[in-house]
């Protein structure tokens, strides 16, 4: 790549090694070093394009961070970079490294933790670019996806098997006599009705497991049955998130059923939940006779990730997204309050997660783990073995059993639910609360668990327990990611060391002199936040390009809500302003991002089933924005009922992502 397509690059780097040399207190990195370091990032830039920023620098930062935490060390020869003078770490950036580390690599016992900071902040800068991909990325993405389905069948067609075992009690007289966990005691009867700790149908089945395995998936199943005891997986609201469907139906169609597949029928019944009332059954029932019972399949579909490739989501069907949500809602709102998982397994908030990181980071006593492919790799039967009798049927219903790749191959699913399914989530984190749990009888230790996703935290002295432990059922440990040394942590978007955040600003988006929406409001961000870092010179680097293209942005001191910079000179354009009669108040006329609304009118009932199953919760609209009229939680004032009652049932105005346009408005 030629060097003038990557000038803007350069030039933000060039910006950033200016600031952190003004700013560290490390003596070796003068002016003329930054200067230095700057001319070598350029020659490298020139001769192997913008790969060098988006690969070859966070490369050495991932060795970076692998040495941080304390038993690796960083060896400019592993990755191919030239060694600073006497030293085994890379001369590029060395005079920082050398405040962090020793001369052989390892982490200095009194590092500069300022430093480590400035360090990954140059090299992680341009990690999340979103570069155009290649042919050869699409392919690979598949190509994993594919892998992993291979990878997982040995345990989904093991834990199939057992669960298949346990449920058909073979082997098993109708007495029980034999039962090794209550003997004489009808498999017939339900575990809490006889007030065991464990069902009495685990008599048979597991003990082909080894002992370990064995003892910890009874524990996770005792563990979901406690979880589950009170659930009642009827008692949802279906919904629609705000995301594409596999069946290609518009925002305005989706909530008008065509098609229900009879298992997800049998279960959720079509007057009940496909339907706003009795009355919309019975003028509907012409229709009704034409729906179809197809089992249609998700549809993968790549989306922008990062430079080093797209992100494989499921697209579900219009039938399964509806169910999908409105249990997997209902799961966490459950999970969320119930007792035994309140404190350890969070949806909505990453804060104990990210405080987990830091002050694991401070102490050492937490460890961080992150799973790789996490949502890939909980199958079918893992999940069929753990969860308990009165869920698991709702929860197969609602998934999706096979998807269709973009070459046009259709592919059975072993996992349980892909990524973008409402399920995926929920399902995912419960597995993983649940064998890391199962696998301690200190209680202690179990309210130390958090989990988020895929991202864990547990005490540093049962990691290595736990990552047997959660490798055992078939997920896959990403050991680089994982920080279970040292104290340097990572969970959740927090990056930290020694108890101090270390996270790095990641420039997602490639710049662009024409006014683009989602360009305007990134780069303010970028700006806002190296202004709050003390990072001036890219602050102004970034606050003149985006004057130069959009002529009118504000300071944070403007009384009005508007998307504005910390600061601006007293030269530049300032925003028309007038007073405001009707209002009693001034407005300014300020450059506002909107999407153009498509009117659509859909018919009474399809409005009122709308209204019913997203009043009074955080809808979304296609733009990811709340849609107008529906108040989050449960009405305070008459305003908010007004609100509720009134716009709910005006679902005419929808608005699309790719309408997104600049205008000026009075704010």
Not at 43 to 51: F, K, S, T, W, Y
Not at 254 to 279: I, W
Not at 518 to 538: G, M
């Amino acid at each position: 790549m030629d060097l003038d397509k990557s000038l803007d690059e350069v030039k933000i780097i060039a910006a950033l090694l200016h600031d952190v040399q003004t700013l560290c207190n490390v003596d070796a990195f003068t002016t003329r070093a930054a200067r230095l370091t700057v001319k070598l990032i350029a020659r490298r830039v020139e001769r192997e394009g913008i790969a060098f920023l988006t690969k070859v620098l966070p490369r050495l930062g991932k060795a970076f961070d692998v040495a941080l935490l304390g038993e690796t060390p960083l060896l400019a020869s592993d990755l191919g970079l030239t060694p600073m003078e006497g030293c085994l770490f890379p001369k590029l950036l060395g005079e920082l490294f050398s405040s962090v580390l020793t001369s052989d690599g390892m982490v200095n016992p009194t590092p500069c933790v300022t430093s480590i900071g400035y360090i990954r902040q140059i090299l992680y800068l341009f990690y999340k670019y979103e570069l155009p991909y290649s042919k050869e990325q699409e392919h690979e993405v598949i190509q994993s996806f594919e892998r992993t389905e291979d990878e997982i069948k040995e345990f989904d067609d093991r834990y199939n098997q057992l669960a298949s075992c346990i449920d058909n009690r073979v082997g098993c007289r109708r007495d029980c006599k034999d039962c090794q966990v209550n003997p004489g005691v009808s498999c017939n009867a339900s575990w809490s009705e006889i007030g065991l700790k464990e069902p009495s149908t685990w008599c048979v089945g597991l003990d082909q497991l080894p002992l370990e395995e064995s003892r910890l998936i009874r524990e996770a199943r005792r563990l979901l049955n406690e979880l589950f005891l009170h659930f009642d997986p009827l008692d949802v609201t279906p919904a629609h998130g705000p995301g594409a469907v596999s069946t290609r139906e518009r925002l305005w169609d989706k909530y008008r059923f065509t098609n229900v597949p009879d298992r997800v029928a049998a279960l959720y019944p079509l007057d009940a939940f496909f339907f706003a009332s009795g009355g919309h059954v019975c003028d509907g029932f012409d229709g009704v006779s034409r729906w179809t019972t197809v089992e249609n399949s998700a549809k993968v579909v790549l989306v922008p990730k990062d430079s080093r490739g797209p992100r494989l989501i499921s697209c579900e069907p219009l039938e399964h997204q509806w169910i999908q949500q409105g249990l997997g809602g209902a799961i966490v709102k459950l999970v969320e309050s119930h007792p035994l998982t309140r404190w350890s397994v969070h949806f909505t908030n990453q804060q104990s997660n990210q405080f987990g990181a830091l002050l694991g980071s401070k102490t050492g006593d937490y460890a961080t783990l992150d799973l790789k492919e996490a949502s890939d790799r909980v199958t079918v039967g893992l999940v069929r073995l753990l969860f308990p009798s009165r869920v698991l049927p709702y929860l197969e219903a609602a998934r999706s059993l096979s998807t269709k790749l973009p070459d046009g191959r259709v592919l059975k699913l072993r996992k349980f639910a892909p990524m973008g399914s409402a399920l995926c989530f929920p399902v995912m984190a419960l597995v993983i609360w649940a064998i890391l749990a199962a696998g301690t009888d200190d209680a202690d230790a179990r309210e130390s668990i958090l989990v988020y996703g895929d991202d864990v935290v547990v005490e540093t002295a049962r990691a290595v327990h736990a990552i047997r432990h959660l490798e055992t059922v078939g997920l896959k440990i990403n050991r680089q990611k994982s920080c279970t040394h040292g104290f340097f942590r990572e969970s959740c978007g927090v990056d930290a060391y020694q108890g101090r955040n270390v996270t790095p600003l990641r420039i997602r988006k490639v710049w662009a002199p024409e006014p683009l929406p989602h360009l305007f409001e990134a780069y303010i961000a970028y700006a806002n936040y190296c202004f709050d870092k003390r990072y001036y010179s890219l602050y102004w680097l970034l606050a003149e390009w985006l004057y130069a293209t959009y002529k009118l942005i504000p300071s944070d001191d403007l009384p009005c809500e508007a998307t504005s910079l910390r600061t601006v000179p007293d030269n530049w354009k300032k925003p028309r302003k007038r007073y405001n009669y009707h209002l009693q108040k001034w407005q300014y006329k300020v450059l506002t991002v909107t999407s153009r609304p498509i009117e659509h009118e859909i018919d009474g009932w399809l409005m009122l089933l709308r209204f019913f199953t997203a009043a009074g919760r955080p809808s979304t609209d296609a733009h990811g924005g709340r849609i107008q009229g529906v108040p989050h939680g449960v009405p305070s004032s008459v305003s908010d009922i007004d609100n509720m009652f009134g716009d709910a049932f005006s679902v005419r105005s929808y608005t699309e992502r790719e309408s997104m346009r600049i205008d000026l408005r009075w704010r």
